[in-house]
């Protein structure tokens, strides 16, 4: 490693990472409508942060799941009347998902949900702590997102070298 860490301080910080978004989801989950999952939820958060009109296959890749999952998921927001698809016109092979008024809806309603639940129990000093940790957290996601593939040990820098 670069940074002269030990990979075990890299596996520590990405585990507690790991350990926050299963409780954070978690909790989330349990103020969406019966029939959405946080996986569904997710799909509408990342409709709002990068805007409609995002292929399924764009999406699938977003959330790091397959196409079949994607396709399933997009059902399931499509009877719930949050999202609606269209035929792209540059690729008539492929669909545009939309989020509609009701999904934009469902969005405004489960963050305020999510913010009465949060607020129940941050205060300022843990909003303090997280506005601090924000900056590193965005950086390390865009690092992480540019190097998605795992290295083999033959692409791993020698030691001493």
Known sequence: ????????????????????????????????????HPSHFAIIVHLVRRGDG???????????????TMSHSIKVLEKHGFIETAPCESDARSKLVFLTEAGHAFY???????????????????QKNMAEALPGLVAMRKLLDDNRQPVSEDDSPSEGG
């Open 1 to 36: 490693m670069n940074s002269g860490e030990k990979p075990s301080d890299a596996f520590a910080y990405f585990t507690e990472i790991s350990i926050i978004d299963q409780l954070c989801t978690s909790l989330i989950g349990k103020v969406l409508p019966g029939g959405v």
């Open 54 to 68: 995002k292929t399924p296959l764009s999406i699938a890749s977003a959330m790091q799941v397959t196409k079949a």
């Open 108 to 126: 405004v309603d489960a963050m305020n949900a999510a913010a009465r639940t949060f607020g129940h129990f941050l205060r300022d000093e843990h």
